[in-house]
């Protein structure tokens, strides 16, 4: 009785958190991929209805006759069957080969979005066990970078440039496109395109390491007038600080282990070792995806970040409880 | 009898293995220097006491080698000692030491610098790391366990790894 009753609650339970977002497209590329993946759902229904239709006839209507009926052979049943097998050879290739079609399609749909000359690029260097953003731009004054967390105009086409630091990884945002992998020493690329605003959430498809799976990334479609002020926002350097607290955290941010590995523009902070924090304020995710992005987790993340993701490259930091407090308030007003 | 000795032998030596590749994410690891990278005046009334020698928690663990290997490129090590051949700063993959080759003086000299160039790193590198980095840079001239050495660079490099090399004999 409870196990009938959890075979009908797990369902129910899967269907509570809507659709994947793999069968939710919010873009061309990741509704042709959708279609396809439907095409290749209804094909399978079909075929296993159809062999269990013919299962169950032979194990329960033919059964009687069939035992008599092997020996001797009845010419006219023999051609029966015969025609019966090959229009089930003829139809199990007219199948596969329209499935290869619909797949040949697909795949050049998905490339002939990158024919449309891309309005934004997005450098997107993979490493463990995060992602850094770089926002091309001809003009080198006008190109910044951001961590785990893009934004992307609606409508426009986007190209992702795809780079590894150390190994494989996998980039997969499953409501726009399917997964691009970062392949150290090999550029790859990838163009999106979303048709609606909303956030999607992507993650390392790639096994790497020991927190691939605390490895994720968060696209923002924006309209594009908010992506604009969105991009002119992160352009700038980091505002200076006013409040009290928050220049003595840039004391303590400037002489203390984070300067050695993290950015942030208008200050001699320049290492590229960790992610750019400039503007880390007005992210949503710390440690890609791991922890909300508050006070509270920004001081549990900064003074023992190997508790909330073991192995991480960022080491443990003990400060002075007033250090860190000063920290913590200039980190977060860093939007 | 031997049998009985070969096997206790080997299942030691196993044990050696367990601890070889340990990581340890966090821990505190030993301080003896100041954070915050100041040089006390070794004028002392009386003369100075011996100074007590902190073994290097990480001579024996491969992982934390490799550890100290990746962050001796990542903090730029190498934009001054090179690849252990000395460029700007001494060469450290050979048997000169001006500071002394043991942990607690390659500590020492990282955490308060040295004169002629060597910037003090204390309070900017936290202790674990500098252990790390201790515990390679004494990999490079051959001075840890050969099977806690490095195998091999990450990138493609020319010249033997860590793990080959034999310590030169002291001068």
């Known amino acids: 009785m409870s196990r009938i009753a959890l075979a009908v609650v797990t369902p129910a339970l899967a269907a509570c958190s809507g659709r994947p977002p793999v069968l939710d497209p919010g873009g061309p590329q990741a509704a042709r991929i959708a279609s396809y993946w439907w095409l290749n759902f209804w094909i399978a229904v079909v075929v296993l209805a159809a062999v269990i239709a013919f299962l169950v006839d032979t194990v329960v209507r033919r059964r009687a006759t069939l035992t008599t009926a092997i020996v001797p052979v009845e010419p006219r049943a023999e051609r029966r069957v015969m025609i019966g097998v090959s229009v089930a050879v003829g139809l199990t290739a007219v199948t596969l080969l329209g499935l290869v079609i619909a797949d040949a399609t697909t795949g050049r749909g998905l490339r002939s979005l990158s024919g449309e000359e891309p309005a934004v690029t997005i450098e997107v260097t993979a490493q463990q066990w995060w992602w850094d953003a770089e926002y091309w731009d001809p003009v080198p004054s006008q190109r910044f970078r951001t961590a785990n967390e893009i934004h992307i105009p609606v409508g426009r086409a986007v190209l992702v440039k ?89 004391d303590v941010f400037m002489s203390g282990p984070c300067v050695l590995c993290h950015t942030v523009l208008g200050t001699p902070a320049g290492a590229r070792l960790g992610p750019d924090l400039t503007h880390v304020g007005s992210r949503t995710m710390l440690a890609a995806g791991t922890v909300l992005n508050t006070p509270g987790h920004l001081g549990g993340w900064i003074t023992d970040p190997q508790s909330i993701k073991p192995g991480n490259r960022m080491p ?11 920290l913590i308030v200039y980190v977060s007003g860093l939007k | 009898m031997k049998a009985v000795a070969a096997v206790a032998l080997g299942l030691v030596l196993l044990l050696a293995a367990c601890e070889r ?29 011996p100074a007590a020698m902190v073994r290097g928690p990480y001579e024996e663990n491969a992982w934390a080698v490799g550890e100290g290997k990746r962050l001796y490129q990542a903090y730029n090590c190498n934009g001054c000692h090179a690849n252990g051949g000395g460029g700007m700063g001494p060469a450290l993959m050979d048997a000169k030491w001006i500071y002394g080759s043991e942990p607690q003086n390659i500590y020492t000299t990282i955490v308060e610098g040295r004169p002629n160039g060597m910037p003090a790193f204390g309070g900017k590198v936290p202790d674990q790391q500098v252990w790390q980095l201790v515990a390679y840079v004494r990999s490079m001239s051959g001075q840890l366990r050969g099977d806690v050495r490095p195998g091999r660079d990450d990138h493609m490099r020319a010249k033997e790894s860590e793990m080959a090399r034999r310590p030169e004999p002291a001068k």
């Open chain 1, 316 to 326: 443990a930091s003990s400060f002075p409880a007033d250090d860190l407090q000063a």
């Open chain 2, 21 to 49: 590749e340990q990581r340890r994410f966090s821990e505190v690891a030993p301080s003896s220097g100041r954070p915050d990278g100041t040089r006390p005046s070794e004028i002392t009334a009386g003369g100075a006491a």
């Open chain 1, 162 to 250: 795809t780079k590894s630091l150390d190994v494989n990884h996998s980039f997969w945002v499953p409501g726009l496109h399917g997964k691009q992998d970062h392949i150290p020493g090999h550029n790859s690329s990838l163009t999106l395109k979303a048709d609606h605003p909303g956030r999607f959430a992507g993650r390392c498809a790639e096994f790497c390491g020991l927190q691939h799976a605390h490895m994720q990334l968060l696209v923002f479609a924006d309209p594009p007038e908010v992506f604009e002020a969105w991009r002119a926002a992160q352009r700038r350097p980091a505002a200076e600080p006013t409040s009290q607290p928050a220049l003595r955290g840039r």
